[in-house]
């Protein structure tokens, strides 16, 4: 996934005072390659296709285009386990996707861009060139934080580039670039060209039809809405208006245009021009009232009551900060004929100055003179030159977690002998890294599920034990972290607690001290066919079996256990739940009762029925959090049909992998 932000930072303005021929800078994108294009209508002109650096990471394949890039080289996983993300800024024309030129016309004609006669093949003469880009920096940014930075200088003139990023195992950011959580990103500055121009063929009647056809889409906008007379909707209308005129003429004006561009973005020094153009004047509110009262004298005398009341009326909701008051007047001004609205517009009327703004500017609309360079003609043009900051960035790494896969499954053959290994091979792996001091393979045998109080069967010694017995402090954290209990004892009664106070190393003796206390709860909660009931459910976790009799919830319409206290770790939990359901005799047959035997449920009789009961298991792996609580939840799914029952998300099988997620296993299980 690719992101732009464009930000402004040095704006330079020149304004001629020629007339030019049409010409613009469109912006486009094709398959992520983006630039603009330096168009023009003068061919003895040098016409450009600008196109910026572009830059890949290890996103996926086919993301070159028709560039012959092997985009597997931008990620290696090294034999001892560090991960080296690289990067490519691609600047060669020589890599463009094919028909590129024919590409970039259809994108800028999808956003508007489409002068007379322009087609796809209207860029075939144009230069495809690679604009000098300055102060260009990549970055890998975790949750944020960039955590590697490479300066590549004031001035980036290389094809192609290729940096890279290395992690190693130990690196506080290993596991986020494991998982792909991270972001690659790319900064640079360059010179952007844009051309702002009008070419209008107007005369004075042009000229007043525009003024009384933006009134009157203003006023009913405002008036429609309930909204405020903001000066800038009158702009933006005006722009509208003159931009609608290039396609067609309004039928309710008779004035014909010509422009060669369209305005996009105009800036202050455009749009005060415009205003000169179209005879927009700020004046004080003094002058403006005194303009409207020679208004009402010079209407009584043309005998125009009408004009008169209304500009009576103006002043009087001026004067009362009245602004739907005036809305009302304008827009009933809207309504009378164009000579009246523009002896009105000379008086001058109230706009605020934001839309939610209690100030005000006075502005009369005055009669101007056209001066152009030919008859009945106005050109204006403005050429800015922007230096923009741009960013692109990558956020989505498929690949990655195919050169991972590949690189793990190397690596689980070389230590476990299989890809797929089983858990009697991790626990193996285990108790040798423990006993070797191999914290890597310990990591990647923890990482797969391995049991972190998996115990040697000679003196039933946990791996804990092994560690502190050896004095090895990093293999202890390790397993400490990943949930290992200093307070299991061995067949001679002593535990990683025993084991490090009579240890001389005060840092593992502190270490297995501030774990010794740790403890967090969690329990079950089954829901079951109303028909049956749960009496009892055993759990197992790893090893470690305790009984507890639920309670059914009717709240949640499940059976839950009372809190299961434990060391805070991942457990392999084995849950044999006895359901149970009583069958009156005047209900039961032989049939229903061998069928209930059939599916392995033992019956008892009593006068009240016979009492049917199973053992149903549960295999999941669960985590218990230090200091913390949560739960776990079943649902029970009974067949009526063959009586057999099972668990809904198929728990039922002996198969220990983490299912259920609780949560972040971040500071608790190793991610390799």
């Known amino acids: 996934m690719m992101k732009k932000i464009f930000l402004a930072v040095l704006v330079l303005i020149a304004a001629l005072n020629t007339p030019c021929l049409a010409a613009e800078f469109p912006w486009f994108n094709v398959q992520g390659f983006e630039g603009w294009v330096e168009y023009t209508t003068n061919t003895s002109a040098e016409r450009r296709i600008n196109v910026l650096p572009k830059l890949y990471g290890p996103a996926g394949t086919g993301e070159f285009g028709g560039g012959n890039v092997d985009v597997s080289k931008l990620i290696s996983i090294k034999t001892n386990g560090d991960i080296v993300i690289k990067y490519l800024i691609l600047s060669s024309p020589s890599k463009l996707p094919v028909n590129f030129k024919a590409q970039v016309a259809r994108s800028i004609i999808q956003t508007g861009f489409n002068p007379q006669g322009f087609n796809q093949q209207a860029l075939n003469d144009y230069q495809i060139v690679i604009p000098k880009v300055t102060n260009i920096v990549a970055k890998l940014i975790v949750d944020g934080v960039v955590v590697r930075e490479e300066s590549l200088g004031n001035s980036f003139t290389s094809s192609e580039y290729t940096g890279e990023f290395r992690f190693k195992q130990d690196d506080d950011n290993y596991s986020n670039i494991y998982n792909g959580d991270f972001v690659i990103k790319l900064d640079f500055q360059f010179p952007y060209e844009t051309f702002s121009s009008l070419s209008l063929k107007l005369n004075q009647s042009a000229l007043t039809n525009i003024k009384v056809d933006v009134f009157r889409q203003v006023i009913r906008k405002a008036k429609s809405s309930g909204s405020r007379m903001w000066f800038i909707d009158t702009r933006k209308e005006t722009i509208k208006t003159i931009e609608k005129e290039r396609i067609s003429t309004s039928a309710t004006s008779n004035f014909t245009s010509n422009i ?3 305005l996009r973005d105009p800036d202050e020094t455009l749009l005060k021009q415009l205003d000169a153009l179209l005879g927009y004047q700020k004046i004080s509110k003094d002058e403006l009232m005194t303009r409207h009262a020679q208004l009402q004298i010079a209407a009584a005398a043309a005998s125009n009551p009408k004009l008169g009341e209304l500009s009576a009326n103006y002043i009087q909701a001026l004067k009362n900060n009245d602004e739907p008051g005036q809305i009302d007047i304008l827009a009933s001004l809207a309504a009378l004929e164009k000579g009246d609205i523009l002896s009105f517009f000379a008086s001058g009327v109230s706009f605020s100055e934001k839309s939610n703004s209690t100030s005000y500017t006075y502005n009369a609309v005055i009669q101007t003179d056209i001066s152009t360079t030919s008859s009945e003609f106005y050109t204006t043009s403005i050429i800015k030159t922007i230096n923009y900051n741009y960013h692109t960035q990558i956020t989505e790494f498929p690949f990655l977690k195919m ?14 002998g299989s890809p797929i290994p089983s858990p009697q091979q991790i626990n193996a792996v285990l108790l040798n890294s423990v006993q070797t001091n191999n914290l890597v393979n310990l990591k990647l045998a923890l990482l797969k599920g391995g049991d972190p109080n998996t115990r040697e069967l000679l003196d039933y010694n946990t791996l804990l034990n092994i560690a502190v017995a050896a004095n090895r402090t990093k293999i202890a954290q390790e397993l400490l ?13 002593e535990n990683a607690v025993i084991l490090s106070g009579n240890n001389s190393n005060t840092e593992l003796r502190t270490l297995i001290d501030s774990y010794k206390n740790k403890v967090g709860t969690t329990r079950l909660k089954i829901k079951l066919d109303l028909n049956f009931a749960i009496s009892n459910i055993s759990i197992n976790l790893n090893g ?13 319409s499940s059976w839950n256990t009372d809190d299961i206290k434990e060391f805070p770790s991942s457990y392999n939990m084995n849950a ?22 059939m599916a392995g449920f033992n019956a008892v009789f009593s006068p009240a029925g016979y009492t049917y009961s199973k053992q149903v298991p549960i295999y999941d792996r669960i985590k218990i959090i230090n200091n913390g609580s949560n739960s776990y939840d079943y649902q029970l799914i009974f067949n009526p049909n063959n009586l057999s029952v099972t668990e809904a998300t198929g728990k039922n099988v002996d198969v220990f992998s983490p299912v259920q997620n609780n949560g972040s296993m971040d500071g608790l299980m190793f991610k390799f």
Do not use: C, M
């Open 403 to 416: 050169a991972i896969q590949n690189a793990e499954n190397g690596k689980l053959i070389e230590v476990f």
């Open 544 to 556: 470690n079996v305790s009984g507890h009799i639920p309670v059914y919830n009717s709240s949640e």
């Open 576 to 597: 044999l739940v006895t359901i149970w359901t009583r069958i009156k005799p005047e209900q039961n047959n032989q049939t229903l009762h061998n069928n209930f035997l």
């Open 481 to 493: 972290n990943s949930g290992a209990n200093p307070n299991l004892k061995n067949r001679h009664g």
């Open 260 to 262: 060669d561009i369209v």
